[in-house]
Each structure stands twice: as C-alpha cells, then as structure tokens.
C-alpha cells in the first residue's frame, strides 16, 4: 500500500500548496452568502419553530461547499494530468485500480471536509448552530463527499478539455445545489415542485445534514439516508468501472 500512500499524499499537498485558492476562497463565498442572506431574510423568515433563518441557512451552506470542493478536487487534478500528459507517471507505478480510486476519492473527502469545517467556524460567529445529533451529521458529510469525489473522478477521467468540466458544474452541479433546499425548505414549494425535490440527490444529503444540527427535516433521515447511501455507492462503482478499463486514461 506505499504507492496508494504516496498518490494520497501527493493529491492532498496538491490543493493544500493552494490553501487560498482551494480552502479560503470557498469558505469566504460561503460566508458572503450568509452574510446577504440572513441579513435580508433573518428577520423575516422563520423555517423550523425555535430555529433561526440563519441557523437554518447553516447546514446547507456548509454542504454546498463541501460537495463543490469534494467534486473540483478529483476532478480538476485528473483533467490537469491528462491535459499536461503527467497522468502517465500515475498509471506506469504497479498500483491497483482500487488505490488509485481509493487515493483520489480520500483526498477529494479531505478537501471537502476541510473546507466545510472553515464554513462551519465561521458559521459559529454569526449563529449558535445546535448538533443534535453529531452522528447524522458525520454520516451525511462523509457519504455527500464521498458521492461526489467519485463524481468528480468519473468527470475527470471523461472530460477532454475544461470546457467539458465546467459544463458539469453550471448545467448539473450548481443548479441541482441551488434547487436542493439549501436557502429554503421544500414545503414552501408549490406541490408539483416539491415532488421534483424529491428527485434531485443533493435534496437528501442537505436534508438529512441539517437533520444533524437541528433535529428537524422536511424527510425521515433514514429515507435520506436510504437515497444517499446508494448514490454514493453507484458513483464509487462507476469510477472504479472507468478506471478498469482504462477509459480515456490509457489510450
């Protein structure tokens, strides 16, 4: 397991090396957001009985970032390898498939981690955030970043250019995050859009989340769970596939 230590250590001083770029940035547009939006809505809106708008804004903040940077860190380093013709000196070394998913996928849910852990600090100094239940929201942190690590290595591994990648964030990502329930509950929805939530993955991994800090959701934890576990699985299954067979890797 030295090379699957090496690949790890190498993918973590990639985006630590960067610290401004990779941590900060993230965690002062999350704090730019919350900033806007409890200061116009905090006094208007109360989501939860007993929980501030801004208490309430938290949690989903906190994931957005963490599954931005968990999907950019897999994905960024793997196109950068292919683009650059470096990816060779990753595939020449005897390192199983397994390593090489396993070593991007960790360092993707460090960077993700780390990053919601700087939202969340500075989250501390502009609301008392309750922890509920810390197991929840350990459980949906680890599997939301682990679901889009391995998104990210499968956008990697099938992107061409920047372009391509870049798609992935504005046309799926970054919509699917803003309609998930991150500033709003879903029960403000009209009906016909609150069934649509159900069907977006991001809904479930915020939801169950908050579920953590506050001890309230808009669904059963565990049907969230039920929802995310999958995802999380199948996109690990679909990296390791492309990662087998040597898709636009090897050629």
């Known amino acids: ?45 109360q989501v939860y009985p007993g929980v501030s708008y801004t208490a309430f804004l938290m949690p ?24 650059s013709g470096n990816i060779v000196f990753v595939l020449l070394p005897p390192l199983s498939n397994f390593e090489f998913f396993a070593a991007y996928l960790l360092a993707a849910i460090v960077r993700g981690v780390v990053v919601g852990l700087g939202v969340l600090l500075v989250g501390l100094l502009f609301t008392d955030l309750q922890f509920a239940h810390p197991f929840w929201i350990l459980v949906f942190a680890l599997l939301a970043s682990a679901a889009f690590g391995a ?36 029960h403000s929805l009209p009906s016909f859009w609150q069934g ?13 989340f908050r579920y953590g800090f506050h001890g309230v959701s808009d669904v059963d934890p565990m049907l969230s769970l039920a929802v995310v576990l999958p995802v999380s699985l199948l996109m690990a299954w679909i990296a390791l596939q492309l990662i087998r067979s040597g898709y636009k890797l090897r050629d």
């Open 196 to 208: 649509v939530s159900h069907y977006n993955p991001i809904f479930y991994m915020i939801d169950g």
């Open 151 to 186: 998104l990210g290595i499968v956008a990697g591994i099938w992107a061409d250019k920047y372009d391509h990648l870049a798609g992935v964030q504005n046309f799926a990502i970054m919509p699917l995050t803003f309609l998930s329930g991150v500033f709003y509950s879903i």
């Open 60 to 83: 989903g903040l906190i994931m957005m970032s963490l599954l931005q940077n968990a999907f950019a860190n897999s994905s960024s380093s793997l196109i950068q390898s292919k683009m």
């Open 1 to 45: 397991m030295s090379g699957f230590r090496t690949l790890l250590y190498k993918e973590i001083i990639r985006f630590w090396k960067v610290l401004m770029q990779t941590v900060l940035a993230p965690v002062l547009n999350a704090w730019l957001y919350l900033l806007i939006f409890s200061h116009v809505l905090s006094a208007h809106i």
